[in-house]
């Protein structure tokens, strides 16, 4: 037994996210912020889907190690439709076109990391938007529990 949100994803999602808000804040470079903003919206979303399991090493104290997520991939629109069908009912209806703006920032990521040699431009408002709505509404969403049959 495990629940979703995945709190050891989620946690690191919100601490990329948190540092693109820093870096924004600061004036920083468009592309490190939107690096990071794609990275926690892909880290959300998988946070919804990706379970763990849980080992009693001792004194009350379990080691959580990854179940699923390896070969996972990186596609946005892939994680939401992984999700809990609860949970991406709950984010839809706070953003119905969340689909189509998670599309637009497919490879937005691996795009921006050579911006400089092909010239094309970010989408940096999508990422903030996305970004900014998927922090606030993960937090209140429920934990669900989802039962992990051993094979």
Do not use: W
């Not at 080691?63 to 609860?86: C, F, I, T, W």
């Amino acid at each position: 037994m495990t629940a979703l949100p995945n709190l050891q994803i989620l946690d690191l999602a919100y601490s990329y996210y948190e540092a693109a808000e820093v870096l924004a804040n600061a004036g920083a470079n468009a592309i490190p912020i939107v690096n990071l903003r794609c990275h926690a919206i892909e880290l959300f979303l998988k946070s919804l889907h990706l379970t763990d399991v849980a080992t009693d090493i001792g004194d009350e104290v379990f080691l959580l190690r990854p179940r699923s997520g390896r070969n996972d991939g990186h596609g946005l629109v892939n994680s939401l439709n992984k999700a809990l069908q609860e949970h991406r009912a709950e984010l839809l209806s706070g953003m119905p076109d969340l689909t189509n703006e998670l599309t637009y920032l497919e490879g937005v990521f691996q795009k921006s990391r050579y911006l400089y040699e092909n010239g094309d431009s970010l989408p940096l408002s999508k990422a903030s938007c996305v970004s900014s709505f998927l922090a606030e509404r993960l937090n209140k969403l429920p934990r669900l529990a989802v039962c992990i049959h051993r094979t």
